[in-house]
Nanobody
Framework: QVQLVESGGGLVQAGDSLRLSCATS????????MAWFRQDPGKERGFVAG????????YYADSVKGRFTISRDNAKSTVYLQMTQLKPEDTAVYYC?????????????????WGQGTQVTVSS
């Protein structure tokens, strides 16, 4: 069992930056691929960014490419999402997800474990 705990969300203005963190439990963090998803009320959970188990490959949704950066620190069992040039349309609850596999997928159903989510609100 893996537990994920997100932090770092908040209320910011358009153009600001924010860094989300997702701390995980367990001793096998380096064997998991990790991803960030986001969800607006009434909408499906959408892929934001993913990173393979080694950190060597990263993937991004087109809407955040060039603005967001996903990274991981396997020694700290933590994955990060650095968000810059934030826009009001980035407002959502952001979820961290883990998959017990090295590959990254954009589908929520491919992930085995989820955090509770952290709210990011970007005002115009």
């Amino acid at each position: 069992q893996v537990q994920l705990v997100e932090s770092g969300g908040g209320l910011v203005q358009a153009g600001d930056s924010l860094r989300l963190s997702c701390a995980t439990s367990g001793r096998t963090f380096s064997s998991y691929s990790m991803a960030w998803f986001r969800q607006d009320p009434g909408k499906e959970r959408g892929f934001v960014a993913g990173i393979d188990n080694s950190g060597g490959r990263t993937y991004y949704a087109d809407s955040v490419k060039g603005r967001f950066t996903i990274s991981r620190d396997n020694a700290k069992s933590t994955v990060y999402l650095q968000m810059t040039q934030l826009k009001p349309e980035d407002t959502a609850v952001y979820y961290c997800a883990a998959r017990s596999d090295r590959d990254v997928y954009a589908l929520p159903k491919k992930y085995d474990y989820w955090g509770q989510g952290t709210q990011v609100t970007v005002s115009s």
